[in-house]
């Protein structure tokens, strides 16, 4: 071989090096759940006929696609057994760009391209709750904007502080929105639930599971679980999960496989459990999916993955609000629900920022809230806590930053508190927590709860929505 062609050749050959190596790299960055590299966790698990569920079922779900997701077998059982089941819509699914992108045939949409998107969604959202046996009555279309639901659980809130969502409106457009108009508000979709809860009465209520990591979907679990707790409504609590890493693994239609948590998600408190699907229920899930024409367009193999030997089905127990005597000294409040550890890139490489889990506790003369996190606290990384507290005459909400030695307190609503006057900080190795005065908790019922660690804008790890009991009791 001639030395000028050597010399291209090695050229070629170390370019594709290159090439190689940085798709590489590109993909471990952008794929942000190191965990789902590995196999499912596949532990002996419970199963959950249909008589787990009660004479009225009510399913939550952000967008239309999701109800048949992760509660197809639900409704076809329950209907099986003579149980009323309603669906609740979140939003009309108008925030997708590549599914608006495809149904309006352009590179870049348009506000009527979302909106028609949206339509075209509730149209199939119909269809496919048709072919597991539902009328149009039986599922509610709430309108508010996909891919803001986490704005309006956050900072939008108050209903003169409207989010404008990509359809480009700050209220519901559609006609056959639960609420005609609805203000693109935290408030209204609180009052919406609250309104559907009263009236429909539901034995059990089917709704995301907390740790989903899609923004919309980790926003629609705490607001479900915001009203239930607002309106101190006792009801079976299940979760679902579609939205975590490459669950469910593999990507692909395979009937035969079941459905198994993440491994990420191994060694929390969740309790999963199994419904078993036989042959004639996934061919109807199947069929009923299908039904998403612009979602099979664009993320087909993803929906598949969902037809398989079962279900999967999260449940709870709430932790209770510990005593604090033994803090007053200066020790961290005792952690109460945890989350996941080294589960992306991000937290991987910034373990300072990697949430191990949240705690908080109650004396007679202060309260404490804290966080842990998987190596030494970091003075450059910015913390929050957050909490909805629950009494008998409202809820107020305490977000809190901590950067260093600096302690906020972020006024994004009407019932925003300040920070409480004597609030002070402890950081110690890997926890940092807050005492302040007792009357923070005092006479709440519950207290919701999560808390984030990031950069800037950019949020690093997340804590789930939890809520906390107390041991107060209301009224006689």
Same mark, same amino acid.
């Given at each position: 071989?001639?030395?000028?062609?050597?010399?291209?050749?090695?050229?070629?050959?170390?370019?594709?090096? #290159?090439?190689?190596l940085?798709?590489?790299?590109?993909?471990?960055l952008?794929?942000?759940?190191?965990?789902?590299?590995?196999?499912?966790?596949?532990?002996?698990?419970?199963?959950?006929?249909?008589?787990?569920?009660?004479?009225r079922?009510?399913?939550?779900?952000?967008?239309?696609?999701?109800?048949?997701?992760g509660?197809?077998?639900?409704?076809?059982?329950?209907?099986?057994?003579?149980?009323?089941?309603?669906?609740?819509v979140m939003?009309?699914?108008?925030?997708?760009?590549?599914?608006?992108?495809?149904n309006?045939r352009?590179?870049a949409?348009?506000?009527?391209?979302?909106r028609r998107l949206?339509?075209?969604?509730?149209?199939?959202?119909?269809?496919?709750?048709?072919?597991?046996?539902?009328?149009?009555?039986?599922?509610l279309f709430?309108?508010?904007p996909?891919?803001?639901?986490s704005?309006?659980?956050?900072?939008?809130?108050?209903?003169?502080?409207? %989010?404008?969502?990509?359809?480009?409106?700050?209220?519901?457009?559609?006609?056959?929105?639960?609420?005609?108009?609805a203000? %693109?508000?935290?408030?209204?979709?609180?009052?919406?639930?609250?309104?559907?809860?009263?009236?429909?009465?539901?034995?059990?209520?089917?709704?995301?599971?907390?740790?989903?990591?899609?923004?919309?979907?980790?926003?629609t679990?705490?607001?479900?679980? %915001?009203?239930?707790?607002?309106?101190?409504?006792?009801?079976?609590?299940?979760?679902?999960? #579609?939205?975590?890493?490459d669950?469910p693994?593999?990507?692909?239609y395979?009937?035969?496989?079941?459905?198994?948590?993440?491994?990420?998600l191994?060694?929390?408190?969740?309790?999963?459990?199994?419904?078993?699907?036989?042959?004639r229920?996934?061919?109807?899930?199947?069929?009923?999916?299908k039904?998403y024409?612009?979602?099979?367009r664009?993320?087909?193999?993803?929906?598949?993955?969902?037809?398989?030997?079962?279900?999967?089905?999260?449940?709870?127990?709430?932790?209770?609000?510990?005593?604090?005597?033994?803090?007053?000294?200066?020790?961290?409040?005792?952690?109460?629900?945890?989350?996941?550890v080294?589960?992306?890139?991000?937290r991987?490489?910034?373990?300072?920022?990697?949430?191990?889990g949240?705690?908080?506790?109650?004396?007679a003369?202060?309260?404490?809230?804290g966080?842990?996190?998987?190596?030494?606290?970091?003075p450059?990384?910015?913390?929050?806590?957050?909490?909805?507290?629950?009494?008998p005459?409202?809820?107020?909400?305490?977000?809190?930053?901590?950067?260093?030695?600096?302690?906020?307190?972020?006024?994004?609503?009407?019932n925003?508190?300040?920070?409480?006057?004597?609030?002070?900080l402890?950081?110690?190795?890997?926890?940092?927590?807050?005492?302040?005065?007792a009357?923070?908790?005092?006479?709440?019922?519950?207290?919701l709860?999560?808390?984030t660690?990031g950069?800037?804008?950019?949020?690093?790890?997340?804590?789930?929505?939890?809520?906390?009991?107390?041991? %107060?009791?209301s009224?006689?």
């Open positions: 071989m001639a030395p000028g062609r050597i010399g291209k050749v090695l050229i070629r050959l170390r370019a594709g090096i #290159v090439l190689a940085a798709t590489l790299l590109a993909v471990v952008y794929r942000p759940y190191l965990a789902d590299w590995l196999p499912p966790a596949r532990k002996g698990l419970p199963g959950t006929g249909a008589s787990a569920f009660g004479e079922v009510l399913i939550v779900a952000p967008h239309p696609d999701d109800e048949a997701l509660g197809a077998g639900v409704i076809l059982k329950a209907r099986a057994a003579g149980s009323r089941v309603r669906v609740v939003t009309s699914g108008d925030g997708f760009k590549m599914a608006a992108a495809e309006s352009v590179a949409p348009t506000p009527a391209d979302y949206g339509e075209a969604r509730h149209q199939e959202s119909l269809a496919a709750m048709a072919h597991l046996g539902l009328s149009s009555g039986d599922i709430l309108g508010y996909d891919g803001g639901l704005r309006l659980w956050e900072t939008n809130w108050d209903e003169n502080c409207p %989010y404008t969502g990509l359809n480009g409106s700050r209220q519901s457009p559609y006609p056959f929105s639960y609420q005609q108009e203000v %693109y508000c935290g408030a209204g979709v609180v009052q919406n639930l609250a309104a559907i809860l009263r009236d429909f009465n539901p034995t059990d209520v089917v709704y995301p599971d907390p740790n989903d990591q899609n923004h919309d979907h980790l926003a679990s705490a607001f479900v679980k %915001y009203t239930l707790a607002e309106q101190n409504f006792k009801t079976k609590e299940w979760t679902y999960l #579609v939205h975590r890493g669950f693994w593999p990507w692909k395979d009937p035969n496989l079941s459905l198994h948590p993440p491994r990420a191994e060694g929390l408190d969740t309790r999963w459990h199994y419904l078993p699907l036989d042959d229920e996934k061919g109807l899930k199947l069929e009923a999916v039904k024409v612009t979602q099979v664009v993320i087909a193999p993803f929906l598949m993955a969902f037809i398989r030997t079962n279900e999967l089905f999260g449940s709870f127990t709430d932790p209770v609000l510990p005593g604090d005597e033994g803090s007053g000294a200066g020790n961290p409040p005792p952690i109460l629900f945890l989350d996941p080294e589960d992306t890139v991000g991987e490489l910034e373990s300072g920022a990697d949430l191990v949240v705690g908080a506790a109650q004396a003369d202060h309260f404490t809230i966080l842990a996190t998987r190596e030494a606290i970091n450059r990384i910015q913390y929050a806590l957050q909490m909805r507290i629950f009494r005459e409202g809820v107020q909400r305490l977000d809190l930053t901590v950067t260093g030695t600096r302690v906020k307190a972020r006024k994004e609503a009407a925003s508190l300040d920070l409480p006057a004597g609030t002070r402890e950081v110690r190795g890997k926890r940092l927590w807050l005492s302040m005065p009357g923070v908790a005092a006479g709440a019922t519950g207290i709860m999560s808390a660690a950069s800037g804008d950019r949020i690093i790890d997340r804590a789930a929505w939890r809520l906390v009991r107390t041991l %107060y009791k009224g006689p």
